[in-house]
Structure formats: structure tokens, C-alpha cells
């Protein structure tokens, strides 16, 4: 049996009562052939370990380099040094593994991202990105408490559809069959009938089409988990392969719907910030640090802990996509040509720089935008009585923009129907869905939260590729 | 706002003092044009509804279906009649969705699981498969609190990989690359930078290594997503698409991790049977059931609530491959040539046969089999001081087979590169793996866990394609 150690997280939260103990982790520094700062990963402050003068052989004090992993095991005492309370009294320094300085490409100095992004399987070792994983996992674990504790199913959506019906972005195929003889049908096309499924197959882009079945029999449902677009979008908030939370609610219509997402929204940051204090706290002056370098307009107005409360402690503004038309359109910001893309009236798209003067300079909170032209969203949400609008929501976040997107569904078979024609979605392809419309249909609502973005949001980082392991995007799938 | 119901789980629970409540659901049976068994999804104890003779209109009754959508209103008393403690009468009824009782599939009747999977989107509304996904759930939410609970740390490990470094089986391709003109090299090869990702992606096989690269910095990690294999297996323990957990752990030895996993599994069975208990007696009925139509001799020696208690109460069997290929050669069975491939000695890979043998007749209990032969493991388990065994572990669960698979990593430099050499595993396309042995390596190790096979483990489902909404197989990629 190995694993006796104890983590440095808990380590660091006892008194100081000359305790055997032993850790193990990762070098951080050595100074003075005498000091080691050790990180286990369980948390950013690392233990200092005192080498005492003399004690150690000088060809084990050489081994310990910066990344050199160590077993220590001696005596917690009081710190006499500044910036910790305890410290421990090595007694017996093993090195596990060591690490060759001039080799090892994360040195005790300040990294770009950039350079971080390129040695991602290093990154972890970084206090950054160590507290945006720990921070990740916390949103991660906050999700999947707040979805239990109301009774809630977890559903696993397909990954590998044959359905492409949703029309939300260009997707990946799958496929075992060869590029070199492919099989072909007698009219030279490629018989997909030889691919493993029988079928042309592609990666998700989104489990709400199944997510509806589970809940018109189970209730409320939620899925996380993966999706995809092979859009060639190389930008701060894109990926090609990013997680997904959908939940599906029978019997909710689109207020209930929005007053689920500002719960779930508010819950998840309130737990991060319970039980990730340290982490945050890091990130925040991260993000202060990295701001100064900005010219004074382009800062946030508050930093990262105050936005959170912010966000806590307000309610997210609601209005309707024609308010949010009028108070673009009367903007002075539109009235100056300030926009790249001008109002142009009701029916129009909002850009992303739409959506951040609303939140960021009109409002000043997170936004709940509903009821939004029909033509401009998908086929399965309801249309409204005015015949013109459908119950649609997108909540706007600061510094991020859309975060969620969601919408009661049409429940009405006709309705859907003559929708699904007008928009030439093909029916046939649809039946299932379709049947829990024709058996028992009800009102239902649902949404999905981008995972990225919101840890983006509540993490404070710029790049949506550094808040995921190994980011997939346009020809960069490494690792 | 329309959800002002309440769930009829919560409904059951409340003593009956004529409150009024509004419920809404689906319709199961209507009998004596008077009683309605509604069931929402949160449990699969309906709520008897009485519409009092006389009080409601003939064309309303005539439109309580099986399936159809209700939302009522009425009062909580208690029941008279047989079955239940409570129930509601109603004041209003309002139909929300008919069910024409001539299409819909379902009939208040048992239906074979053969016909349940071609309307899965459907057999959400049956009782076996709400308890069964209701056990999903729960078998999830415990995964992620035993892990949260450890301090171990959420990681996403892509989904789609360049690396084909683990040869776990065939691969499926990800591609946005034509079959009809696609882009060649000039020696005819086909041209992978211009494939979306600028190389040849598939599908991952198992995140372990991208987990290992977390966990050599953040200490303890675990993975928890879908992960998949092209092989043309139709059995009923195989999918093309299943899910993963997979953690990772620092500072482990094999025993560390053996320990670890037996935890693991004990909490996750003991959570479900906290907190599902309604479900599990219903599909241990169901399964007692299924097994009367077979001979004596083919059914299970305990219940399903029997063997998971079982489970809880008992250490498992801890053994080497060499005890158990003695264990195996010696047994009556191979004596008598029961095994349809018999024992051959030392070196031999087991087979299914061999693993249910030792588990359901020789111990009884589960099985944790370790240090097997190297040449039949993967190149990064850890090589032995005998130098022809590995620090390998599967766990083998009676009814089921593997459930578990697990190792110590390599953690040698040195070791790992000669046994990659020989086993043909190219190093350059690993630099990142081998990168956590020159930098700081540290003992290490984890497991993975089918989540569809603990799921048929729990639940009793004899076919994995009952476990999961949507299951993906060989020439099955429907919904």
C-alpha cells in the first residue's frame, strides 16, 4: 500500500502539533538549497518544506528541481516564515521522479496562454490552470446537484446520430467506410448501407430532439454531455468539440422555463463560490493583473468575485426581442453608427455587439430575451399567438454574450407540422419525434447551456480553449 | 407561469386532508369510465384519480385514453379501494394531448423488450424502462459524489483524437473530408491536412491517457463520458457508443487501486438501493419473473436485491492470474471438458467462460483478478519485479463478466519506451504521454468501469441495449 500520503489541502488545515506526516507532490521552488515549495494539485498553495542545512546529502538536494516529484515524510510545525502558517520539518526526502531544469519547458516565470496552449498536457501544472480545472469540475458537480435534488433524470443522448434534421451547423461524419474503393450504389453515389450503421452517420449537435422523449414520460430530464460543429470558426468562444447541458421539462411553458435557467444559473456560481473560494480568488487577481495591460476602456467595470455577486444578487432583466429592436434602434450608439451592422428593424438577427450593448451598456445585468421572430429560429419552437413570434429565450451574459438558448416546443401536431414543411425539414426522418406529439403531447419547455462559456464566465478566461483539457478546433486536435 | 402541478412522487407522500392539487400526466388505464391511473415519470406508482359517475361530460371521458396527456385538479382524500392510501378527486380534467388508443403502440399489456427497443422512443413510458433509467441516474449522481467527495477532479478528455496509440480496437473515422473527389497526395494517398482537424481523427477508445496527464498534477482525476469501439460484435454486453468512467490516480500502487475500485463500487450500489428502492423492486420482480420461463438450472441462485446486498456484505476475492489459472485447470470443469476452450496453461488469455466460472461457481462473489502475463495487457501497465507479470487488475461481477478493468502505469521512462518499442507502439505520436515520465514521474495507476455493464449489473437487465436510451450497434443507429 502505497497511498499513506495526505493531501496538502487538508495538511494545510490542521494545527501544527509536530504530526508525522507524509506528502508527496510535485517541486514547485527550492530556495536556498533549503526551502522547498511542493504542490499536490489539491490546491494552489503549495507546503513549504524545510530542508534543514546539513541533513540532506548534496547529491539528493541537486535532484530537487523544479517539477521533480518527492516523497517527504517528517514533522508539521508552526511556520517561522512569512506567507504560512505551517511548514514541515523534513525528515526523509525521497525523489520519485526527476526533472532535467533545462529540459522541463514550465519554469517558475510568467508563461503566455498561448505558449501554455501548446504544452497542454503540462498546463495542469500551472496554478491558473489548475484552479480553472478544479473550477471546471465544481460547475461540473454543481450541475448535476442542482438537476438531483429537484428530481430530475439524466439522460444520455446519442452521440452518433443518423438524423440531421435539427440544421444547427455543418457536422462531422462518421464513418468506417475506405476512401479508397468505397463502396457504391449503381448510380455511382456512395451506399451507405456498407457503413457500419447502415446508414450516412455524424456526431451531434445537440441531444434536445431525444431529450424530449425521455421527458414527455419521465417529466424533467437533463443531458451533459458532448456536441459538435465542424464550422471553421477560429475564434475566443468557438470550438469543434464543446459539452452541452440540456435540460427538458414537461409541463413548463416559457417563463417557467426562463425561471429554471436563473435558478440553475445562480445556483451553480453560488456553489463555485462556496467551495471554490481560493481558486476564485486566484483567477480574479489573474484577471486584474492581465487587465492592467489594457487601455482603461476596455477593463471590466468590476472584477470577477463582484460580477458574481453581482449576478447572485440581481434579477436577470426579461424583455421581449421587439423592446430590445427599440431601445437598439433609439441607442446613441446606433444613432452614431457605432454598430458594424446598423439596426435595421424587426426581424433582423442580433449580432454578438447587439447583445453586449443591451447587457453591458444598456442594462448592466444578464438579459432574458423572449419571444423572437419566428423566421429567424428553428422549427421546433411555439409559435406565439400573434403568429408572429415564437417562444423563444436567450440569456445574454456579460463579457460573454449568449450563454443560453432555449424555447418552449411547438406541442401542437399541426402546428409542427406545417412549421416542419415551411421550413423543409423532412417529416419521415422525424416520425419519433413526431409520435410524442401524436400519443399524449404536452406543453414543454427546455434550454441549453453552453458548458465553455459559463465556465469562461465564472473563470474570468478570455479564450474558450483554455477552459477545456484539450481543445478541438480547427486543425489542432493534439493530444 | 403553467407548472404549478405537483409530482405525484411527492403527492404519495402527503397525508390526505382534502388540499386541493393540481397534477398533470399520462393516462395508463381507465376503468369503470371512473377511475384514471395517471403516472407523470416520477414514480411508477400511479395516482388513482376518481372522476365521480355522473360529474363529467360524456365526450371528455371518451378522450381518457391510454397515453393521453391530463392536467386535473381536485382534492387529495383518503382510498377507499384496495392498493393505495390516497387519491384524488377530481374537480376539473382538462385533456391536454389525446392518444388514439387504434395507433398507439403501447397497450396496458406485457410487450417483449425485443419490440420496447424498436419504439424506444416510447418505452420511456413503461414502468421497466422508467425504473431502469430512473437507476441510470442515480448509478450517475453517485459516480460524480463519491468522486466529488474524494476530492478527485471532473476532466472532459476529448471525445475525438488523432491518436490511435492505444490500439484498444477498431476506430470510428471523424471526417468532413468528400468520398467523391477527395483530396489526394500526390502519391495518391489520401491528403489528411485537408481534413478539418489537418490530420486523421477518430473517435476516442478510452481517455485514460489524456486522464494520466491530469492526474500527474491535480493528484486524483476521474473522466465520466461516451467512448466507443467500430467492432462488429452483436452480443448483448457490446455497443458501439457506451460510457466510461475512468479515474486516475497519483501516488497509487495496484493495491491503492484495487481498494479504491471495491469502495467505488460498494457506494455507488449502496447509493442506489438508498435511493431507489421502489425501482429496484420492481425490476427484481421483473426479473424474477423473466427467469420462471427458464429451466431451474439456468437461473440465478439469489434476487436481484439479494446478490447486490450480497455484493455490499462481502470482501472481494482477491487473486493472481496464476492462482486462477490453477484454480481453472483444476476444476471439475475443465477436467471434464466443459470449457469450450480449455485451459492451456500459464499465459493463456480468459475467457468469458473462465471469468463466470470462477466468480458464479468457484467463489461466488465478485472477483478481483491481478497481475496477469505481460504480453496479454496493454504496453502501459507496469511491468513486475518478476519481470513477466504486470500490476493489472480486472474486476469480474457475477452475471455480468468485466466490469472493471485497471492497472498501475508504467512509471519507468526507461521501461515504458522498450516495452512500446516492442509492442510496436509508436513514441514520437505519445511525446506528451511520455513527457509526465521525464518530468517529475510518479507512481500511478486507475481503472475504467462500463457504466452500461454496472447499469445491467444493478438493474438486471440481461441485454445491454435495455440500459442506454438510444443504443448504437452494428446496423442500429435509429432516433
Known amino acids: 500500500m502505497f497511498n499513506k500520503r495526505i493531501k496538502i489541502k487538508e495538511l494545510l488545515q490542521q494545527e501544527p ?14 530556495r536556498n538549497n533549503q526551502f522547498i515549495a511542493l504542490n499536490d494539485g489539491s490546491t494552489n498553495t503549495n507546503l513549504q518544506i524545510v530542508a534543514e542545512l546539513g541533513q540532506f546529502e548534496e547529491s539528493l538536494l541537486k535532484r530537487i528541481t523544479t517539477s521533480a516529484s518527492l516523497k517527504v515524510t517528517g514533522t508539521l510545525v508552526p511556520s ?19 526533472s532535467d531544469p533545462e529540459k522541463y519547458p514550465l519554469q517558475p516565470k510568467k ?52 438524423s440531421d434534421a435539427e440544421g444547427a451547423g455543418e457536422m462531422f461524419r462518421v464513418t468506417t467506410l475506405p476512401f479508397d474503393n468505397t463502396p457504391r450504389n449503381e ?11 447502415g446508414k450516412s452517420t455524424n456526431l451531434t449537435v445537440s441531444g434536445q430532439l431525444e431529450g424530449e422523449l425521455a421527458a414527455t414520460a419521465l417529466g424533467e430530464i437533463y443531458t451533459f454531455g458532448p456536441t459538435f460543429r465542424a464550422e471553421n470558426s477560429n475564434t475566443t468562444r468557438h470550438l469543434a468539440e464543446f459539452w452541452m447541458i440540456e435540460p427538458e421539462m414537461a409541463f413548463y411553458d416559457l417563463e ?23 481558486d476564485l480568488d486566484f483567477l480574479a487577481k489573474r484577471l486584474a493583473d492581465e487587465e492592467k495591460q489594457l487601455p482603461q476602456d476596455k477593463r471590466s467595470e468590476m472584477g470577477l468575485i463582484e460580477k458574481l455577486e453581482f449576478v447572485l444578487n440581481n434579477q436577470f432583466e426579461r424583455l421581449t426581442y421587439t423592446e430590445a ?52 429560429k428553428a422549427f421546433y419552437m411555439r409559435m406565439n399567438d400573434d403568429g408572429k413570434t415564437v417562444a423563444a429565450m436567450d440569456i445574454l451574459a456579460p463579457g460573454i454574450g449568449e450563454i443560453v438558448g432555449g424555447s418552449q416546443r411547438e406541442e401542437r401536431l399541426d402546428v409542427l407540422l406545417k412549421k416542419m414543411k415551411d421550413m423543409n425539414v423532412p417529416d419521415e426522418e422525424l416520425w419519433w419525434y413526431l409520435d410524442t406529439r401524436r400519443f399524449g403531447t404536452v406543453p414543454h419547455a427546455g434550454f441549453g447551456l453552453g458548458f465553455e462559456r459559463m465556465i469562461q464566465f465564472v473563470t474570468g478566461m478570455n479564450n474558450i480553449r483554455d477552459v477545456i483539457p484539450f481543445p478541438r478546433t480547427p486543425k489542432n486536435a493534439e493530444f
Open 325 to 376: 429592436i427599440d431601445i437598439l434602434a433609439n441607442s446613441n450608439y446606433n444613432k452614431k453608427k457605432k454598430f458594424q451592422y446598423p439596426i435595421t428593424g424587426w426581424g433582423m438577427d442580433l449580432q454578438s455587439e447587439h447583445e453586449r450593448y443591451l447587457v453591458e451598456k444598456h442594462f448592466k445585468k444578464p438579459v432574458i430575451l423572449m419571444n423572437y421572430p419566428a423566421q429567424i
Open 187 to 197: 448510380d455511382g453515389s456512395v451506399d451507405f448501407k456498407e457503413d457500419f450503421f
Open 256 to 278: 417557467d422555463n426562463a425561471n429554471l435557467a436563473e435558478a440553475f444559473i445562480k445556483y451553480i456560481i453560488k456553489y463555485v463560490m462556496d467551495h471554490n473560494a481560493e
Open 111 to 162: 508563461h503566455s496562454l498561448e505558449f501554455l496552449r501548446e504544452i497542454a498536457h503540462l498546463r495542469f501544472r500551472t496554478n491558473t490552470f489548475a484552479s480553472v480545472f478544479r473550477v471546471r469540475h465544481a460547475l461540473a458537480f454543481a450541475i448535476h446537484k442542482f438537476f438531483n435534488e429537484k428530481g430530475f433524470v439524466y439522460i444520455h443522448t446519442p452521440i452518433i446520430t443518423a
Open 80 to 98: 517561522l516564515g512569512k506567507g504560512q502558517k505551517v511548514e514541515l520539518k523534513a525528515r526523509v526526502i525521497e525523489i520519485l521522479g526527476d
Open 17 to 30: 502539533q509536530e504530526q508525522e506526516v507524509t506528502v508527496m507532490g510535485w517541486v514547485r521552488t527550492f
